[in-house]
């Protein structure tokens, strides 16, 4: 074999070994650009073979994020989405911190695309700039000149792939202010034709999952816990369990919250699980039945309200011609993610560990691990595996999962993995739902048809109140995400008054897709419509009526009139019935018309959803067309039959037989229309949720049946 | 007990207690991590494989129940035409969100089109009634069902 070696391959191939371009922020927050890690957190990485890696610092568990914020690097830089792949950045909260969540690292509140549309766009930026400079150095020419597209550096008549001048461009400055690429400019943000960057592997099996983790000589933990929420292990007896081939041994956690049972295989460890028998102290127990805690709230709706949110007058209800007045209450959900909770430590030969985990806020884990296991936060590691869905579940103030799999290493004497695995039955009776609540309105109306006096309580189980995020999210007592959505509409309603009132809390609970706004999205478009109807007036005419002039009233109508016209509002073909719904939710703003077929008796099908969406610049607009389609399934699909019911305290319902999913024939076409935007991006994977319960529930109604006891089978509402 | 199969056309023997699921098989022995733990009753589709052909819930289908088949799951599918074309109108369309039940999914629809290269509407939503998907991809699934009739018919 002869070689022949130009100058330029020598120099690539030589620096092949090592050259890279990385870009990110010091730990000043300033932007920089380098060769090693330690010098800087990057979010982009480029190696001289021209191969552009996005450091992605949000977790992916299906709504797009490894996709969106790769769109940003590869527009900044010029390269295409064939160019470049994405890596999720390792747990370091002072380094990848959500700047909304207050130096936590995570992913939640729909928040991944705002937090990071102008640090990722200026980190690609900036690295197009040290290339840029870096070329131009290398040709004598004017950085101004060139460009990149494609990859290929291109200008004064030469041309050179981009990974030529890596290993130059990662010794120049970065500029602290790089220049953005302009709207005009842009050929991947906003096109529709981009595609996902993780299709492939989800689609032939290679994705790897948390439930995925198979280490060498990896024990599976499976745990037996109470059936009432509260219980403590008193005894248990692994007798018959010792007999199931792979059982390794049972212990009681530290804690005493459950018995651990360490097994060779996941089989195995459920099969010694059952085998189990515990004996459990339920002093501390959760022991009421669901129809207490229902009406606890259904009570606490009545009286005084212990907050008054709006901190205004009632307005003067005595003098309305006509007062409509309706009590919703909304049940206890479980999340149910695709993929149970999972998670698997490894001990690090430096004596730290490495949590493999589909880690939605890392930070809490981190802190946890490090806790428990007795380690500084420098020897704990994560590795952020792809999530099988989350609606909320694997985000835990107190890492619940994360905690679990920690106390079950922490008793072995850590030389061999453990992987903690939760069944389905784990997860729909694990708690954690969300919370129970209860909606009294009451509205007084003119004899013109005017709102005099919107009366609004609220009931229910605080999500914030006792955990880690409860000095961000709870003031002057008042849990903002017991009340956001009715207390800070966008509506201008005469005469409005919010009163809020907590209750004790039903095993445990925690945000669930939408958070406060899966039953306050419900209760004021539910509520609406009743109003416009005792008015005489159309629901779109009369929302509108309502909807002034500030910023958000205004998005908020225009969303609603696409809606309207793309749904063919009033027009509904023979045997059909429309109903509306808008919402705001994380600064974005959906109104969807929902058309069904049918009726509550011989059942209702759902024919057709139509949605308008504004969320600020849609980076991918593909993605956000899923993340509506599937946030419109998520909330009916929820509302149709399914809650978590207790008796004695123990849930009732085990599996998906009876926590039923949404299935494909439930729901037919959904056509989502984006409103083009020149705001920041803002939320996406919930506030498609929101109005679809009510806009199904206004559609029924036009039906005969109000339905204001979810689930809709719960007042009487058959499904084809 | 030993029992014998064929999983994506190699033989294994593998050493198991009656009663096992060919899920955890599949999973736990034969390191194959594309076939999903969704449910465990099936219930939700995620562990879908072909069994000799017909699609099956591996987590319901017993290690003593297959000896001598020839199992398939979603790592070698592709090398069907169908299975080929499944794949490949997921990705024009972007089917996937988690991703989490998508090998289940596209078990089932490749089943579905082996069977009916051309179903309509209704024979989907019947035919893949028992796969969950928690992201609520089902209008995509839809269509890249009959997406990919279109690329065989081709
Ligand atoms: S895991 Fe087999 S059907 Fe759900
Ligand atoms: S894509 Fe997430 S469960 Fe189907």
Partial sequence: MTLKTSRRGFLKSAAAAGAVLMVGLRPDGALAAGSETAQLNPFVKINDQGRVVAIIKHFEKGQGPATGLSTLIAEEIGVTMDQIDYEFAPSNAELYANLFFGGFQGTGGSTAMANSFMQYRQAGAAARTVILEAAAQAWGVEAGSLDIVDGMVTGGGQSAPLGDFVAAAAQLEAPAEPVLKTPEQWRLIGNPQVRRLDSEIKGNGTAMYAMDVHLPNQMVVMLARPEQSGGLVASFDDSEAKSIKGFIRAATLPNNAAVAVYAENTWAAMQSRDALSVEWDLSAAETRDSTQIKDEILAALEGDAEYNVTKTEAGPMDQAAQVVEKTFYFPLLAHAPMEPLTCTIEANEDGGVTLHDGAQMPTGPHMALAQILQLPMDKVRINTMLAGGSFGRRATPNADYQVEAALAFAITDRTRPVKLVWSREDDVRGGMYRPAFGHKVKVGLSAEGEILAWEHRIAGQSIMKGTAFESMMVHDGIDHSSVEGVSDTPYTLPGFRVGLTDTQKATSTLWWRSVGHTHTGYAMEAMMDLVAKAAGRDPVEFRLAHLGDSADAKRKAAVLKLAAEKGNWGNAPAGRSQGIAVHKSFGSFVAEVVEISGNPDDGVQIEKVTCAVDCGIAVNPDVVKAQIEGGVGYGIGHVMRDEITLTGGVVDQSNFPDYEPLRIGDIGAIETHIIPSAEAPSGIGEPGTPPSAPALANAIANTGVIVANLPMINDGVEFA | ?154
């Fill in chain 2, 1 to 154: 007990m030993t029992i014998n199969l064929k999983l994506n056309g190699v033989e294994h023997s593998v050493d198991a207690e009656p009663g096992t699921p060919l899920l955890w098989v599949i999973r736990d022995e034969l390191k194959l991590t594309g076939t999903k733990f969704g449910c465990g009753v099936a219930s939700c589709g995620a562990c879908t494989v072909h069994v000799d052909g017909e699609p099956a819930r591996s987590c319901q289908t017993f290690i003593e129940d297959v000896e001598g088949a020839e199992i398939t799951t979603i790592e070698t599918i592709g090398d069907t035409p169908e299975g080929a074309a499944i794949q490949q109108a997921w990705k024009e369309l972007d089917v996937v969100q988690c991703g989490y039940c998508q090998s289940g999914q596209i078990m089932s629809a490749v089943g579905l089109l082996q069977e009916n290269p051309k179903p309509s509407v209704e024979e989907i939503n019947d035919y893949m009634n028992g796969n969950a998907c928690r992201c609520a991809t089902y209008q995509r699934i839809r269509a890249g069902i009959q997406r990919a009739s279109e690329i065989l018919e081709a």
